[in-house]
């Protein structure tokens, strides 16, 4: 075996390693494209705590124009679902007109100890926006001591990986 060969094959495993343990670092979907105005299940990756402590509490905040948000139960944890006027109502299903929809919800519990990682799953159907665009869940992570608020928005032409605790991010993909 030649030592380019190795020293190449080094260096992928390195490459490999440093952004896998990037990925985990943050919390985030885990499925980062969906279809415009589809049904939408995904789950809140959390990959540790804070600073070695536990994880007690996930608050997330839903992004404009999602309906029918359900989160998913998990034993251990209590959930609280906080709900806001629209601003227009609209006509839903079976002509039922809504006026509200979930703003946010909160998982408290655990605690989810820093060495290990959940989910927090999540339903809703997407806004129809356009494909391409981005939709964030900014996050905020409370742990037994201290806390973390996954809410950066990377600035138009950069990304997740150029802000500190980027807010877990679903682009929008075409109908089919």
């Known amino acids: 075996m030649s030592f380019n060969y190795v020293k190449a094959a080094v260096c992928a495993a ?23 105005g589809s049904y939408f299940k995904s789950a809140l990756r959390v990959g540790h705590g804070c600073s070695g402590s536990g994880t007690v509490s996930i608050t997330v905040t839903l992004p404009m124009g999602t309906m029918y948000v359900r989160p998913q139960l998990k034993p251990g944890w209590r959930i609280e679902i906080e709900r806001e006027p629209l601003a227009e109502p609209v006509k839903g299903y079976h002509g039922k007109v809504i006026t509200d929809r979930v703003a946010r919800i909160t998982w408290t519990g655990g605690p989810l100890p820093d060495a290990y990682f959940d989910e927090f799953g999540i339903q809703m159907k997407l806004p129809a926006s356009a494909p391409g665009d981005v939709l964030h869940f900014p996050v905020l992570q409370k742990c037994e001591q201290g806390a973390r608020d996954w809410a950066e928005i990377p600035p138009v032409g950069k990304t997740s990986h150029d802000v500190t605790s980027p807010a877990p991010a679903l682009r929008l993909l075409p109908k089919p």
Do not use: F, S, W, Y
């Open 14 to 36: 390195t490459m490999t390693c440093a952004a896998v343990t990037g990925a985990q670092a943050h919390i985030v979907l885990d499925t980062r494209e969906a279809v415009a």
